[in-house]
């Protein structure tokens, strides 16, 4: 099993970029399929973007689609969200979750995902 910890939150203006990483301790890392899900106060966690095992196929919720980029380096035990344009709606909590699901989707749920990091809080300002 993999244990998950997230960087690279903060606090940035309406259209500006940042880059979230999350570390993966283990030697199975490749073999997870790994996503990332966000929070908003007072709201159900949603489902962002989902990577597989080998990085070859990628799926978006449609509200990030054309605007984040979701990748990894399995040598590096590392997966990352590359944040574009981004939106004051886009603050939330980030976190990254591993998932032994071989078939990923952007119908993906929390439920998929059995191991999550402990969140990184990306603030954007209007």
């Known amino acids: 099993q993999v244990q998950l910890v997230e960087s690279g939150g903060g606090l940035v203006q309406a259209g500006g970029s940042l880059r979230l990483s999350c570390a993966a301790s283990?030697?199975?890392?490749?073999?997870?399929?790994m996503g990332w899900f966000r929070q908003a106060p007072g709201k159900e966690r949603e489902f962002v973007a989902v990577?597989?095992?080998?990085?070859?196929?990628?799926h978006y919720a449609d509200s990030v689609k054309g605007r984040f980029t979701i990748s990894r380096d399995n040598a590096k035990n590392t997966v990352y969200l590359q944040m574009n344009s981004l939106k004051p709606e886009d603050t939330a909590v980030y976190y990254c979750?591993?998932?032994?699901?071989?078939?990923?989707?952007?119908?993906?749920?929390?439920?998929?995902?059995?191991?999550w990091g402990q969140g990184t809080q990306v603030t954007i300002s209007s």
């Open positions: 979750a591993a998932s032994v699901a071989q078939r990923i989707g952007v119908n993906m749920r929390p439920a998929d995902f059995g191991t």
């Open positions: 283990g030697r199975t890392f490749s073999s997870y399929a």
């Open positions: 990577i597989s095992w080998t990085g070859g196929r990628s």
